[in-house]
T-cell receptor
Framework: AQSVTQLGSHVSVSEGALVLLRCNYS??????LFWYVQYPNQGLQLLLK??????LVKGINGFEAEFKKSETSFHLTKPSAHMSDAAEYFC????????????FGTGTRLQVTL | GAGVSQSPSNKVTEKGKDVELRCDPI?????LYWYRQSLGQGLEFLIY????????KSGLPSDRFSAERTGGSVSTLTIQRTQQEDSAVYLC??????????????FGEGSWLTVV
């Protein structure tokens, strides 16, 4: 069965600092991987996704993530945090082998301080 | 429409009452999904429609929950005899095809359900 683990339910960074949100997955075959962001009282917005091809994926708002098969990871990074990045971030996976559903991690709340 | 539209945006209901939540997917999207987001439970998959059929409804938590989709478009999630544990945000999403294509899944803003 596929699953997603997000390390750290809360992460706090200073404005201008590196953002690193961790995501590890378990899947029987190479998965499809996604990062979504949720701002307060809003729905989920896709930041980026990996399906095939280049393992370094660039998304909106300056975020990027790298699929590392050997580490079963898909960590989300941004070189310089902005106050507007404060939100909840969800990693999600589709196991292409079982054709199962989009499964989400438990989320990481990012706080950005001055 | 431009995005996935859900109604009502907020609903307060008394325990034991039935509620209906509506989802209008993005025009032309054949795949439609319902998820539930609650404190301590994260995002839970409920049901997936491809057209009017539901190939996967494994996430519906009990027989009090049902969903239908008509005309390959609008979907309604119905909760009968609501319980306090049903309080959550119910998110609808749609995509141009199913999970395996990797196409982007677009989410609505959710229907916030509170059972008192």
């Amino acid at each position: 069965a596929q699953s997603v683990t997000q390390l750290g339910s809360h992460v706090s960074v200073s404005e201008g600092a590196l953002v690193l949100l961790r995501c590890n997955y378990s899947s029987s075959v190479p998965p499809y991987l996604f990062w979504y962001v949720q701002y307060p009282n809003q729905g989920l917005q896709l930041l980026l996704k990996y399906t095939t091809g280049a393992t370094l994926v660039k998304g909106i708002n300056g975020f990027e993530a790298e699929f590392k098969k050997s580490e079963t990871s898909f960590h989300l990074t941004k070189p310089s945090a902005h106050m507007s990045d404060a939100a909840e971030y969800f990693c999600a996976v589709i196991d292409t082998g079982t054709a199962s559903k989009l499964t989400f991690g438990t989320g990481t709340r990012l706080q950005v301080t001055l | 429409g431009a995005g996935v539209s859900q109604s009502p945006s907020n609903k307060v209901t008394e325990k034991g009452k039935d509620v209906e939540l509506r989802c209008d997917p993005i025009s032309g999207h054949t795949a439609l999904y319902w998820y539930r987001q609650s404190l301590g439970q994260g995002l839970e998959f409920l049901i997936y429609f491809q057209g009017n059929s539901a190939p996967d409804k494994s996430g519906l938590p009990s027989d009090r929950f049902s969903a239908e989709r008509t005309g390959g478009s609008v979907s309604t999630l119905t909760i009968q005899r609501t319980q306090q544990e049903d309080s959550a945000v119910y998110l609808c999403a749609s995509s141009s095809s199913g999970f395996l294509t990797g196409n982007t899944i677009y989410f609505g803003e959710g229907s916030w359900l509170t059972v008192v």
